[in-house]
């Protein structure tokens, strides 16, 4: 697959070359780490333009869903979900499904950092007969 042209992609849109500024950036960015980790295949690269395109939306989402707040105030005094948070949100979620495709998180289940598992009688006998 080729690198896609993003300056061509974002070109119909009022902020497309800032856009496009952004996704050549995160495009260079994960292509290295990628072929420095050596996991760099076609597929991959399909991947990262789908994670490239989530990144520059969430990067021009978040201001506007910011600046708002999360919940709206409604003409009647009610309240309601701001639309913009609910994308970013979305969009959140979905660059982290893509990224742990891509191999680029870290665990989620990572072991406390200083502590130590208490010791009993019972972990003491079970940890004489070794690993199963």
């Not at 995160?26 to 760099?40: H, P, T, V």
């Amino acid at each position: 697959m080729k690198k896609p042209v993003y300056k061509n992609i974002y070109s119909d849109l009022e902020d497309g070359g800032e856009r496009s500024k952004v996704a050549e950036r995160e495009w260079k960015a994960l292509c290295f780490d990628l072929e420095k980790r050596d996991l760099m295949t076609d597929q991959r690269k399909r991947i990262v333009d789908r994670l490239v395109r989530e990144r520059v939306e969430y990067e021009f989402l978040f201001p506007i869903a910011i600046k708002a707040g999360h919940v709206n105030k409604g003409p009647k005094g009610g309240e309601f979900v701001n639309l913009h948070w609910s994308a970013l949100q979305r969009t959140k979620d979905q660059i982290l499904k893509l990224e742990e495709a891509l191999r680029l998180t870290v665990d989620r289940v990572a072991a406390p950092i200083g502590k130590t598992e208490k010791k009993t009688k019972a972990s003491k006998y079970l940890g004489r007969l070794g690993p199963n």
